[in-house]
């Protein structure tokens, strides 16, 4: 299983909203990056919801449900992708960017060195980490 973390505005697309909804495309990636990161989640992986924007900070969990296919939000014939991801569960405590940030454990994260992106991979020893951090145990 490979870890992700996902960005959303949570004026557009919120923690709430994915809950509610269930199974949701993550549309709307127009960054040549984010998109080959998209191309790489296999079923099963998981991903950090962090808003972005507004709060800065993790606040759940989403599960790969379907790979990446063509994003039915973009212009036919475009090379955007999207997935289809699921909640697996909020975090207990939200973990925010001045605390992650301030973790020398975190040292090399994604999110600190490329805080535009907003799909990015998340090593392992980091996902330990931040799950720890919130306070979120794997079902």
């Not at 989640?41 to 599960?63: C, P, T, W």
């Not at 992708?81 to 699921?86: A, E, F, G, L, P």
């Not at 600190?112 to 020893?125: F, K």
Request: proline share 9%; net charge positive.
């Amino acid at each position: 299983m490979a870890y992700w973390l996902v960005k959303s505005e949570p004026d557009a697309f919120s923690w709430d909203e994915q809950v509610a909804k269930g199974v949701e495309p993550w549309t709307g990636v127009r960054n040549h990056t984010a998109k080959q990161n998209l191309m790489a989640m296999k079923l099963g992986d998981r991903a950090f919801f962090y808003h972005s924007n507004i709060g800065k900070q993790i606040v759940g969990v989403v599960e790969v449900v379907r790979e990446a296919y063509p994003d039915p939000t973009a212009e036919p014939g475009s090379p955007w992708v999207c997935v289809d991801m699921k909640a697996v569960g909020p975090f207990p405590r939200p973990v925010g960017l001045a605390e992650i940030k301030a973790s020398p454990r975190l040292e090399g994260l994604p999110l600190i060195r490329q805080s535009r992106l907003s799909v990015m991979p998340v090593s392992a020893a980091h996902w330990r980490t931040l799950c720890a951090m919130g306070g979120f145990k794997a079902p």
